[in-house]
């Protein structure tokens, strides 16, 4: 959401995480049992946006909903990119930062450190990162660029390379599974 936000808008406001996870809590959404992005975005449509992470910090747990806070953002709605199809993602990708799914839980993705992430990895979706761009390895490879939410001591600087174009049309990870972005 905050990269839409700076699309339309021109600032950059890092919005509160905390806010999701404590108060869009009904149905798939269960705060750090984790949800649906497209959930996420109706959570956030109907309470009219979010606050700032200044205002509501995370806390990594769930929290009692300060529902007062607020909103310094807001979305008009979300469109979802054609599931497993990585060219449809990469068109997307292009125009603005696209939410996608994928299999956290994965050792693979787990103890990611650096470099092109390549081998196997689960399709259990489980974790809602960001994917920010693409691009080629000196050794040839494709790769996302993907934002984590997990800080700056995972992966390189808390993001990821992921390989791009495999054979399996989920995607690494299943990143291409259930991609979805917001609009303004």
């Not at 108060?23 to 009219?48: S, T």
């Not at 909103?71 to 449809?88: L, M, R, W």
């Not at 450190?113 to 390895?137: E, F, N, P, Q, R």
């Not at 390189?156 to 174009?165: P, Q, S, Y």
Request: charged share 20%; aromatic share 8%; hydrophobic share 35%.
């Amino acid at each position: 959401m905050e990269g839409i936000v700076k699309l339309s808008t021109g600032k950059l406001i890092s919005l509160s995480e905390q806010e999701l996870v404590d108060c869009d809590v009904h149905g798939e959404d269960q705060g750090c049992e984790g949800g649906l992005m497209d959930d996420a975005f109706k959570f956030i449509i109907k309470n009219g946006g979010l606050t700032t992470e200044s205002k509501y910090p995370y806390t990594a747990a769930d929290g009692k909903c300060n529902g007062g806070s607020n909103s310094a953002a807001t979305i008009k709605g979300y469109e979802d990119v054609p599931a497993n199809n990585e060219a449809a993602l990469m068109k997307a990708v292009a125009n603005q930062p696209v939410s996608v799914a994928v299999d956290g839980g994965d050792m693979t993705f787990q103890f990611y450190s650096g470099g092109v992430m390549t081998g196997s990895c689960g399709t259990d979706l489980d974790h809602g990162i960001v994917a920010i761009g693409y691009g080629k390895d000196g050794d040839g490879t494709q790769y996302w660029l993907l934002k984590n939410s997990w800080g700056t001591t995972w992966g390189e600087n808390g993001f990821l390379r992921m390989e791009k174009d495999i054979s399996d049309k989920r995607g690494m990870c299943g990143l291409a599974m259930e991609p979805s972005y917001p609009t303004a």
